[in-house]
């Protein structure tokens, strides 16, 4: 069926190091593909999101990558920072023509910072 | 400006009762939606609405309804609670079109005992 999973449950990375992120999809038909954060006992926040038709997306330390050859996405952080400790979840959009946005997430991975 | 807005925070439900999960924005969002999210695990879709008077299932329906008379509301339905929706639930909502950056409310940790 279709889904959009992560590689890694947990990334453990010292403060400073860059962190990358990791998730397969199974499906190509999505329209957008995103990242959104969530710290603990809140709701999930977004982060940055990709085009299908775009490689490479960059905002403030961080870079989004999208590989449709081999169904791969990724999120990069540069200088990693105790702030960034949460959980990462990659997602999809599921658009038809624009008339229907429909988010499925992926199960999340760890990002945890050491000092 | 409030965002999206969830209530009741905590809820302990007895097998069989029912409630409402309510929630509301105020963003003049068409899409809203809703998860689930077990521990330890990812969002799973519940129900969605493209705009008022329009919903469609997600992942995750059964054993759940939603109505969507207004812009501003979207509440979801538990009409007979059962253990395995046991769960952390999440409204969200976005401008839809394109526009993928949902927003989210704090949640409801529903216990069904």
């Known amino acids: 069926g279709e889904s959009v999973g992560l590689h890694l449950p947990t990334l453990s990375v010292q403060e400073g190091d860059n962190s990358i992120i990791n998730c397969a999809y199974s499906?190509?038909?999505?329209?957008?593909f995103i990242w959104y954060k969530q710290e603990s006992g809140k709701g999930p926040q977004f982060i940055i999101d990709?085009?299908?038709?775009?490689d490479k997306r960059q905002g403030q330390r961080v870079t989004v990558l999208l590989n449709k050859t081999v169904k791969h996405l990724s999120l990069q952080i540069a200088a990693t920072q105790p702030g960034d400790s949460a959980v990462y979840f990659c997602a999809e959009n599921r658009g038809y023509g624009g008339a229907t946005n429909k988010l499925i997430f992926g199960t999340g991975t760890l990002l945890a910072v050491q000092p | 400006n409030a965002g999206v807005t969830q209530t009741p925070k905590f809820r302990i439900l007895k097998i069989g009762q029912s409630m409402t999960l309510q929630c509301t924005q105020d963003m003049n969002h068409n899409y809203m939606y809703w998860y689930r999210q077990d521990p330890g695990m990812g969002l799973k879709l519940i129900y969605y609405?493209?705009?008022?008077?329009?919903?469609d299932k997600g992942e995750v329906p059964n054993g759940y309804n939603v109505s969507r008379s207004t812009t501003e509301d979207f509440p979801l339905r538990l009409e007979l609670a059962a253990p395995s929706q046991t769960s952390v639930y999440f409204c969200a909502s976005s401008k839809g079109q394109g526009n993928t950056e949902a927003f989210f409310g704090q949640g409801t940790r529903l216990t069904v005992v």
């Open positions: 499906n190509s038909a999505s329209d957008y």
């Open positions: 609405s493209v705009g008022a008077g329009i919903t």
């Open positions: 990709i085009r299908s038709n775009m």
